[in-house]
């Protein structure tokens, strides 16, 4: 009797097992002793054959009454992680599952042990990228093995599956799917399935998740660390960690393909000195399709000081003189930055002295970015050379005094006195730049009254672009002077104007410059408003302070931004954290981080760009403000 009660339990489990199959394969459910037939008296046509001869002939068993259905199994948590997956990959499992158990429940008696409502077995399924399985085991035997060994070829017969979002892959790349089978109403429904997260160490899942793309996932695991509270070296850790996001943020818009993107990305390079980034914007500077981002690239490598391209600098400076003069100037200005400027600087002042108006040209673009002492006495002459033409050159030549004249080295003095003169002359635009030029090495030059004199002359000149140059010059060359005759300036029409003049009062002392300032900055010029703002941020009084505070809820985007950067309540810059716009939301961030620091605002940092898209342009917004707060 022990042998026979054997034997049928090996037969049970293995009528359990296949006829869940048969289910699936479109055949009807058969009994026990008919089942049981149908594999010994099985025919060389096969099994499936078999079964459909005997469904025909095979009744369902009258010496028992089958216990009630179990109805439809419960609806899965709409919070749960992954819920729309498990919901779209649930037929695949509680379909099969419901019609075994339906053909367990019908053929064998309500006292089987397969018909144990307390049954239930826990399966794991590793899923990779594609939806294919990896692995699977029974973490949660039911300790019926018949039973397990169903789940087991539901499980089997329902891969491949859809393949997963990147979002519920775990740190190996792996879906873990946890699904549970079981003999009660909760069936194989995905009310009780659930996705598993595999976590690796931080220091080794940030640099592994990002090296596959996956870098909203690398900076959740950051802003996930922080729970636990920074400190020693986790703080360290963690704010090792968010930089890499950061740069990988950086280094994803710069292999992109949108030029507007790539700019900013160079931006954020430059102003958090990414040198890790340096092959990338290489590869823009020598290879970019787009002229901007070219230059701007071109441009960074020395500001990142990219020794190794210096060879594609000097080439880009000296070889495409006379053919893209911006791109020389920028190649210039970034040999200038690392101190490799000196043959650049030689060819160029040969270069000026060209019969040729192209090759002068050139060389003028370039002298706008690299002060060239030695061609201070050439250029002196183009500067005071009469007549319509070559008027450009006359106007260029201004800018590039001015770059001699704002480095205080070799020929400085020279370059002022010229550009002083120049303020004399009856062409306007060369007036202008003349003043403009001044006013850019104004900070750096020493203060003199004689060119304050003929700047401040020039207050009321006819043309608006003199009188803007002249007003930021003024202010610049001598603030307290400047604030004297601050009242006794006319009215004026001119945006352009009043743009210079609020940007100029940043540094102009005394009420007048204060009152005038708060003036500016309820103007109705976008322009006007921004200059004032920003000037008003760089002043000590209290009253400027509240100003800018008041700002902080304007309703011209831009203008919040700015005063946004002036708060320095941490609830109102958390608040402002949670603004319309992203412009508004990435400066309050960096006021927080100017405020308190990188590793106390790691959370804020990490969790906004896990929350953004991928390809969201914000994620360079909150970058920068973290790693390079103004």
């Known amino acids: 009797m022990i042998a026979g009660a054997g034997l049928d339990r090996e037969r049970d489990r293995t009528v359990a097992a296949r006829s869940g199959r048969l289910k699936r394969r479109g055949l009807a459910p058969l009994g026990l002793a008919g089942l049981a037939a149908a594999l010994a008296a099985a025919p060389a046509g096969g099994l499936a054959t078999a079964c459909r001869r005997a469904q025909e002939s095979t009744v369902y068993p009258s010496d028992f009454e089958p216990g009630p259905p179990l109805g439809d199994p419960p609806r899965p948590d709409p919070g749960a992680r992954g819920v729309e997956y498990l919901t779209r990959v649930a037929p695949r499992f509680a379909q099969p599952w419901s019609a075994f158990l339906g053909d367990v429940r019908l053929r064998l008696p309500p006292g089987h042990e397969l018909n144990r409502p307390g049954l239930s077995a826990l399966l794991l399924l590793d899923i990779d990228e594609q939806g294919d399985l990896v692995a699977m085991h029974v973490p949660g035997p039911s300790g019926v093995q018949a039973f397990d060994d169903a789940a087991l070829d539901v499980a089997r017969e329902a891969v491949p599956l859809p393949r997963p979002q990147a979002e519920l892959l775990s740190d190996d790349d792996r879906l873990h799917l946890e699904w549970r089978f079981s003999r009660d109403r909760r069936q194989a429904g995905p009310a009780t399935a659930r996705v598993r997260r595999v976590e690796w160490p931080l220091e080794r899942a940030v640099p592994a998740l990002l090296q596959r793309g996956r870098i909203g996932d690398a900076a959740r695991r950051v802003a996930a660390a922080t729970r636990t509270g920074p400190g ?23 292999a992109g393909d949108e030029p507007a993107r790539q700019m900013s990305a160079v931006g954020v390079a430059v102003a958090a000195h990414l040198t890790s980034t340096a092959p990338a914007v290489r590869r823009l500077a020598s290879g970019s399709m787009d002229p901007a981002v070219r230059r701007e690239a071109l441009f960074a490598l020395g500001q ?42 030689a060819t160029t ?17 370039i002298m706008t970015q690299v002060p060239v002492p030695e061609a201070v006495p050439d250029l002196i002459a183009l500067l005071r050379k009469s007549g319509r033409e070559p008027r450009a050159e006359r106007i260029t030549a201004a800018a590039a005094l001015g770059a001699v004249a704002a480095h205080r080295g070799e020929g400085a003095g020279a370059a002022m006195a010229a550009l002083t003169d120049c303020l004399a002359v009856a062409d306007a635009a060369q007036r202008a730049a003349c003043a403009q030029a001044i006013a850019g090495a104004a900070e750096a030059v020493e203060r ?36 004297r005759i601050l009242p006794t300036l006319p009215r004026e029409p001119s945006d352009l104007v009043l743009t210079a003049q609020a ?20 103007s109705s010029s976008p322009s006007v408003r921004l200059a004032a703002v920003g000037s008003l941020l760089r002043r000590e009084e209290p009253r400027a302070a509240e100003a800018v505070a008041e700002l902080a809820a304007h309703g011209d985007v831009a203008v919040r931004a700015l005063a946004i950067r002036g708060e320095r309540r941490p609830a109102e810059l958390r608040s402002a954290l949670g603004d319309a716009a992203p ?48």
């Not at 080439?315 to 003069?325: C, H, I, V």
């Not at 007003?471 to 060359?477: D, E, M, N």
């Open 503 to 522: 940007a100029g009062l940043a540094r102009v002392p005394g009420k007048r410059a204060l009152a005038r300032l708060l003036r500016l900055a309820g």
């Open 349 to 365: 002042a040969q270069r000026l002295r060209s019969s040729t108006e192209g090759g002068r040209a050139s060389a003028l673009a």
């Open 232 to 254: 020693g070296a986790l703080e360290a850790a963690l704010v090792a960690g968010l930089r890499e996001v950061c740069t990988a943020v950086v280094d994803q818009a710069l």
């Open 583 to 630: 412009e508004v939301r990435a400066a309050a961030l960096a006021a927080l981080v100017a405020r308190d620091g990188r590793a106390r605002t790691l959370a804020d940092a990490a969790r906004m760009i896990a929350e953004l898209p991928a390809e969201s342009g914000e994620r360079l917004l909150v970058a920068r403000a973290w790693l390079a707060p103004p």
């Open 304 to 345: 990142l000081g990219d020794r190794r391209a210096v060879p594609l600098l000097r080439q880009t400076a000296l070889m495409e003189l006379g053919q893209d003069s911006e791109n020389s100037g920028a190649a210039a200005a970034a040999l200038f930055a690392m101190g490799e400027d000196a043959d650049v600087r």
């Open 448 to 483: 003199g009254a004689p060119t304050y004199r003929k700047v401040t002359a020039l207050l009321r000149d006819r043309d608006e672009r003199v009188r803007a140059a002249a007003t930021r010059a003024s202010a610049l060359l001598d603030p307290d002077r400047f604030a």
